[in-house]
């Protein structure tokens, strides 16, 4: 993998090191995104799966229409 130094930034026009900026940070929200997403997923699902039970299945039901209304929101955010 390729190392950008900042040298190399420094060599971009100032509209440049701007986008690039905010690609940057753009890709760290997303993968802090989808570490909690991971990280609840995962929590959710030792805690309801092995027993299931109504109440476990409408956990499970709220959980996973909470991360859909989260992806969904952030997925307009970014396209403005």
């Known amino acids: 993998m390729h190392q950008i130094s900042k040298n190399d930034i420094s ?4 509209a ?13 929200a997303k ?3 989808q570490s ?4 609840f997923t995962d929590m959710c699902f030792k805690k309801c799966v092995p027993t299931i039970t109504t109440g476990n299945a409408n956990c499970v039901d709220r959980f996973l229409d909470t991360n859909i209304f989260v992806v969904n929101k ?4 970014m396209q403005k």
């Open 74 to 77: 952030i997925s307009k955010s």
């Open 36 to 39: 909690s997403i991971h990280m």
């Open 16 to 28: 440049s090191q701007v986008e690039l900026l905010k690609f940057v940070e753009s890709e760290n």
């Open 31 to 33: 993968a802090k995104l």
């Open 11 to 14: 060599q971009l026009d100032e």
